[in-house]
């Protein structure tokens, strides 16, 4: 199912997602969006769930995948929506020209 940013809401995904479709959808430009941590978790207590949140202008830990046109760059990160409370495969576009 594709969405635009009206759509990216937790009522809707849940409801798109019962019906054993995948979401194709838009966020917002300010989404609340936070890394997940994999590094050597603490031996008692909580473990450590999220490592900061995402800072669209440094894309340092995000994956490059190549150029798609001149002076457009294409990036993909894995990480944990505070909105939609579920992971994400994000990919973000680029356009160094501007």
């Given at each position: 199912?594709?969405?635009?940013?009206?759509?990216?809401?937790?009522?809707?995904v849940k409801g798109v997602?019962?019906?054993?479709?995948?979401?194709?959808?838009?966020?917002?430009?300010?989404?609340?969006?936070?890394?997940?941590?994999?590094?050597?978790?603490?031996?008692?207590?909580?473990?450590?769930?999220?490592?900061?949140?995402?800072?669209?202008?440094?894309?340092?830990?995000?994956?490059?995948?190549?150029?798609?046109?001149?002076?457009?760059?294409?990036?993909?990160?894995?990480?944990?929506?505070?909105?939609?409370?579920?992971?994400?495969?994000?990919?973000?576009?680029v356009n160094h020209k501007?």
């Amino acid at each position: 199912m594709v969405g635009d940013g009206f759509y990216s809401k937790l009522k809707w995904v849940k409801g798109v997602v019962v019906l054993k479709l995948e979401v194709i959808d838009k966020l917002r430009c300010d989404a609340n969006l936070k890394y997940l941590y994999d590094g050597p978790q603490k031996p008692r207590g909580a473990h450590r769930k999220y490592d900061g949140k995402v800072d669209l202008s440094d894309l340092s830990r995000w994956q490059s995948l190549g150029e798609v046109e001149d002076d457009t760059s294409l990036y993909r990160a894995v990480v944990w929506s505070v909105n939609l409370k579920r992971k994400l495969r994000v990919v973000y576009l680029v356009n160094h020209k501007l």
